[in-house]
């Protein structure tokens, strides 16, 4: 990657604009990759675990549906009126400045993209291995092995041009809806008796309640990436038309399919029978279905197009991840390394390399489990600080222009805050230690910026302009 890097001599400025080259199927694409993956495919296993019940399970996917949809409305505003690749960054910087955009961007390296990179991988090879007879005590370093080999192969296809981008990425969200819309068909189908398993919601306790927040956690994780496409904002083509479109046509899209698949699931398993897998098993819930719903013969090579499905997200992730890090380079809040782009492609291989190499290390240290914890309330945290973005600049810039406005504002973006927040807090009730190494991560970039040198000066000035 470093071979076509933009090397430039002395009083030469770096090429860093991006050029627009996405329109509005890639970025609807990058949207829906970005949504159906890994969440879908675990998450549902573990909310039957904690409500115990399926119907349940489906009342907190419809409800992560709508906060999701009511995100994706402002942020469809706030990318509209402010086009330029960056995402949250961006909108950060402009409504509270460049300290609060620091923040969010080093959250975005470490949590908001480290995780999900590192999670849809490892879930992928998960996925891929199962059929296979590897033994246990050497299973979880191929896990981790082929999600290291996934992480590379994706980072030097987004490196290497954007036609070769836009192909992988499109191709594979295709063919990822087209398998889950199979998936969704045969199985209504072969588990047509299994409706009772619906019929099972318990006695509602402030227990339960409790249970039910922490497990919309989970669910809100699954529809994270709604915003995905707002990362590439300065590369799609009539942004101010197209990035809307492609947020809410995304978002509304995936959580029909959602619903769908997660009837499938109840189908196949009653409550009862998901809390006898227990928190192991239960992470390949969508391949414990498809071997009940079809039989093993069918299940095992299932399970690998699962996997192979996955890989659509992961490519989402490293695609965006990076124009984070490109976006804070500019801006003199990273190393300017990371705004380098390579010559013939123009793509940030750098920053793509940086945020490839920070995921590949969450592969091995931690397990997955915590991986999906720490990542979960990483992206609640500072979703909030972005979608009350939209607030604090119809406020301070009345006069910005807004070709697309939140439907129902200003009640569509508080849905958003206000359910996030109590899911937040439910989760560090709940799950303390994941939750403080989220907030521990988002704390140290704190004196980062404030005592990496000439961190704070470059940003001021760089505000200045």
Not at 153 to 174: D, E, K, Y
């Amino acid at each position: 990657m470093s071979g076509e890097a933009t090397e430039a001599s002395a009083g030469e400025r770096h090429d860093t604009e991006l050029p627009e080259s996405y329109g509005f199927a890639t970025a609807t694409w990058v949207v829906v990759a970005g949504m159906v993956g890994t969440g879908v495919l675990t998450m549902s296993g573990y909310t039957v675990l904690s409500v115990r019940s399926n119907q349940l399970m489906l009342f907190l996917w419809v409800a992560g549906g709508i906060v999701a949809l009511c995100g994706a409305f402002a942020a469809a505003e706030l990318g509209a009126s402010l086009p330029r690749s960056g995402g949250d960054y961006v909108f950060l910087r402009e409504a509270y400045g460049p300290f609060a955009a620091f923040l969010s961007g080093w959250v975005s390296f470490l949590i908001g993209f480290g995780g999900p990179i590192a999670i849809a991988a490892s879930a992928s090879a998960r996925y891929v291995l199962a059929p296979f007879a590897i033994r246990s005590s050497i299973l979880p370093h191929a896990i981790n092995a082929l999600a290291t080999a996934s992480i590379i192969v994706f980072a030097v296809v987004h490196v290497l041009g954007r036609n070769l981008s836009v192909r992988a990425q499109a191709s594979s969200t295709i063919v990822k809806l087209g398998l889950l819309i199979l998936y969704v068909v045969f199985g209504l189908i072969a588990g047509r008796r299994g409706f009772s398993h619906l019929a099972d919601r318990p006695p509602i306790d402030s227990h339960l309640l409790r249970e039910m927040l922490f497990s919309l956690v989970y669910v809100s994780y699954a529809y994270t990436g709604w915003n995905t496409a707002a990362y590439i904002a300065g590369e799609i083509k009539n942004p101010k038309r197209n990035l809307p479109l492609a947020l809410i046509t995304g978002t509304a899209g995936v959580t029909i399919l959602y619903l769908a698949i997660n009837v499938v699931y109840a189908l196949a398993f009653s409550a009862s029978d998901i809390v006898a897998f227990g928190p192991e098993k239960v992470a390949k819930i969508a391949g414990l279905a498809a071997t009940s719903l079809y039989g093993k013969r069918i299940g095992d090579p299932l399970s690998v197009a699962i996997g192979l499905m996955l890989y659509a997200s992961l490519s989402a992730y490293v695609l965006t991840g990076p124009r984070v890090l490109y976006a804070m380079a500019r801006e003199g809040q990273f190393p300017s390394v990371a705004a380098r782009l390579t010559k013939r492609a123009r793509t940030p291989a750098i920053a793509t390399a940086i945020q490839s190499t920070w995921s590949i290390f969450l592969v091995w240290v931690a397990p997955f489990e915590t991986i999906l914890e720490y990542a979960s309330v990483g992206l609640a945290i500072f979703s909030m600080l972005t979608i009350s973005s939209v607030y604090v600049l119809r406020y301070r810039r009345p006069d910005l222009p807004r070709p697309f406005r939140a439907p129902g504002y200003p009640v569509t973006p508080a849905i958003y805050l206000v359910v996030t927040a109590m899911l937040t807090v439910a989760a560090f009730s709940m799950k303390p230690i994941p939750s403080l190494y989220a907030l521990g991560s988002m704390l140290i970039g704190v004196p980062v910026y404030w005592f990496w040198p000439g961190l704070g000066s470059k940003s001021s000035a760089a505000a200045a302009r």
